[in-house]
């Protein structure tokens, strides 16, 4: 009887091992089917990032297509770094939405404003500031008219 109980534990033991192997290798399997599947859909992802990076680089070799001898030297640091003295586009397009056309400052101070929003660049936009007066300043006394 003794034997019978001991074969019965150990059959069962045997059984639930051999369950339990099944189990991991399913689990092993079905994560394998998983990677191979997020595996594919990173490379589908990486191809239309290169294709992207691609387009923007063309994009980039157009912008600056435009029939002009770039000149990025400025020695009186009126234009930002790494931008053309003649035509005033940059090296490179910048992240800000606007893509910076810069001319200079008419003036004695070195300095540049983009021609589509208006942003200053330069020791001229530094002294913009202590130029600008408001054109509503209250007059004095014997400058008021009656």
């Known amino acids: 009887m003794r034997a019978k109980l001991f074969q019965?534990?150990?059959g069962v033991v045997i059984v639930g091992a051999f369950i339990y192997f099944l189990?991991?290798?399913a689990k092993s399997?079905?994560?394998?089917?998983?990677?191979?599947r997020t595996s594919k859909s990173l490379d589908e992802?990486?191809?239309?990032?290169?294709?992207?990076?691609?387009?923007?680089?063309?994009?980039?070799?157009?912008r600056l297509n435009n029939d002009c001898d770039h000149d990025y030297d400025d020695l009186l640091h009126a234009f930002p770094p790494?931008?053309?003295?003649?035509?005033?586009?940059?090296?490179?397009r910048p992240a800000a939405d606007c893509d910076h056309v810069w001319r200079r400052v008419p003036g004695a101070i070195p300095g540049s404003r983009?021609?589509?929003?208006g942003e200053m660049h330069g020791a001229a936009a530094k002294m913009e500031g202590a130029?600008?007066?408001?054109?509503?300043?209250?007059?004095?006394?014997?400058?008021?008219?009656?």
């Open 23 to 25: 189990w991991v290798f």
């Open 82 to 92: 790494d931008v053309c003295v003649k035509c005033g586009l940059a090296k490179k």
């Open 45 to 62: 992802m990486a191809l239309a990032f290169d294709e992207k990076r691609r387009e923007k680089l063309e994009q980039a070799e157009q």
């Open 114 to 117: 983009c021609e589509s929003c």
């Open 131 to 146: 130029e600008v007066q408001p054109e509503n300043e209250a007059k004095s006394g014997m400058d008021a008219e009656p």
């Open 29 to 36: 399997i079905y994560h394998l089917f998983v990677d191979w």
């Open 8 to 10: 019965a534990i150990i």
